[in-house]
Every structure is written in structure tokens, then in C-alpha cells.
């Protein structure tokens, strides 16, 4: 059976810590990785991988992919009070999209 | 574009009503898909129309849920009788292209059945 599983579910930090999310899957036709951030209201969306090794970056934010090991890593760095939400994880598979049930990252001042 | 546009923001109901959600795709967005969120089951993916065909439907819970998409600039998702158990947020999401592309969800649905 298909599975997205991401680690920790939740976790505290403070401001200014880095913060890793882990995303492990086992889908049929993968196709891509997709990170969300959700906070009061739908999800917006980080990033896309496709490819192994790869990094994605977007300010304090990168991602990886690693399709031999099945598994795609988010990393936070100097985190803020606004990075606290929901981090979700989705596979593409061959027909639809898998989520997994999401990291809440709580940073506090 | 205004982007995705859902319709109620909110519904609360009684148990065995009728409930009729609504959802407006991004034009020019040939796939829009139906999502349940919920605190157990995270994220799930109901149902998605390809050029306002269903494709994909086993992720509808039961047969008492049923979607629609009668033209591509509008989808509906059905509920009849709602049951307690079928309150969640509701997201309706759409892209212009399958294989690995960003998804543009809508504001959701909260829906409460009493």
C-alpha cells in the first residue's frame, strides 16, 4: 500500500534554531515531491522535486530529494515566530496525490 | 485571477441534511481535485476531473458523497445524508497540467454537522 510518512509530527523550537522535517514514501509511478506550508487556511506550496540531489532553495528554506532512499528532507534555518504552521508532504503518484499527515512547527519567541 | 474560489466558507448543519459544497477552478486549469482535511487523517484526496471528467473517485468515503463538474469553471461536492463524522474542512484545488505540477487550493470549506 502507498505511503507518505513524516517525522516528527510535531516539534518546538525557538527562534533561531534550524529545524530539519523528514519525509519518507513508498508510492507506485512516483512522479514528483511537493512540501506545503498551511497555516489558518489552505495550503501554499514550497517546493517541487523531481530529481535526486538536487537542492531547492527559497530564502531560510531548502529542500532535497533523495529517490534511492525514498525520502525528501525541509530544512528551516534561523527560524521565526511566522514559520510556525503545518508543513505537509505530497506524492505525486501515477493518477493522484498522496499527502502525509503534516509536521506542526511551533516557533516560539 | 482571483485564484481558487470555494462557497460557503463556513456550513453548519444538522445530521441528515443535504449539504452542497461549491468550487470555482482558476481558469484556464484543465485538473480540479476535492480534499478533506481533517485532525486524524490529515489531508485526503476525495476525487479529481480532468476536463470536467472524473478520473480517479476511490477516495470518496461512501456513496453518500458524490462530485460533480458539469462545465470548467465549476465543481460541486455533495453530501447527502451528512453524518457527524463528515465534519472537516473541505479544500478544492486546481493546476493546468498533471505530472508534478503546483496545485492552487481554494480557502476551504469548514464544515460542522450537529
Known amino acids: 500500500e502507498d505511503k507518505v510518512v513524516q517525522s516528527p509530527l510535531s516539534l518546538v523550537v525557538h527562534e533561531g534554531d534550524t529545524v530539519t522535517l523528514n519525509c519518507s514514501y513508498e508510492?507506485?509511478?512516483?512522479?514528483?515531491l511537493l512540501w506545503y506550508k498551511q497555516e489558518k487556511k489552505a495550503p501554499t506550496f514550497l517546493f517541487m522535486l523531481t530529481s535526486s540531489g538536487i537542492e531547492k532553495k527559497s530564502g531560510r528554506l531548502s529542500s532535497i530529494l533523495d529517490k534511492k532512499e525514498l525520502f525528501s528532507i525541509l530544512n528551516i534555518t534561523a527560524t521565526q515566530t511566522g514559520d510556525s504552521a503545518i508543513y505537509l508532504c505530497a506524492v505525486e503518484r501515477g493518477n493522484d496525490m498522496r499527502f502525509g499527515a503534516g509536521t506542526r512547527l511551533t516557533v516560539k519567541p | 485571477d482571483a485564484g481558487v474560489i470555494q462557497s460557503p466558507r463556513h456550513e453548519v448543519t444538522e445530521m441528515g441534511q443535504e449539504v452542497t459544497l461549491r468550487c470555482k477552478p482558476i481558469s484556464g486549469h484543465d485538473y480540479l481535485f476535492w480534499y478533506r482535511q481533517t485532525m486524524m487523517r490529515g489531508l485526503e484526496l476525495l476525487i479529481y476531473f480532468n476536463n470536467n471528467v472524473p478520473i480517479d473517485d476511490s477516495g470518496m468515503p461512501e456513496d453518500r458523497f458524490s462530485a460533480k463538474m458539469p462545465n470548467a469553471s465549476f465543481s460541486t461536492l455533495k453530501i447527502q445524508p451528512s453524518e457527524p463524522r463528515d465534519s472537516a474542512v473541505y479544500f478544492c484545488?486546481?493546476?493546468?497540467?498533471?505530472?508534478?505540477?503546483?496545485?492552487?487550493f481554494g480557502p476551504g470549506t469548514r464544515l460542522t454537522v450537529l
Open positions: 508510492v507506485t509511478n512516483f512522479r514528483s
Open positions: 484545488a486546481s493546476t493546468p497540467l498533471r505530472g508534478g505540477n503546483e496545485q492552487f
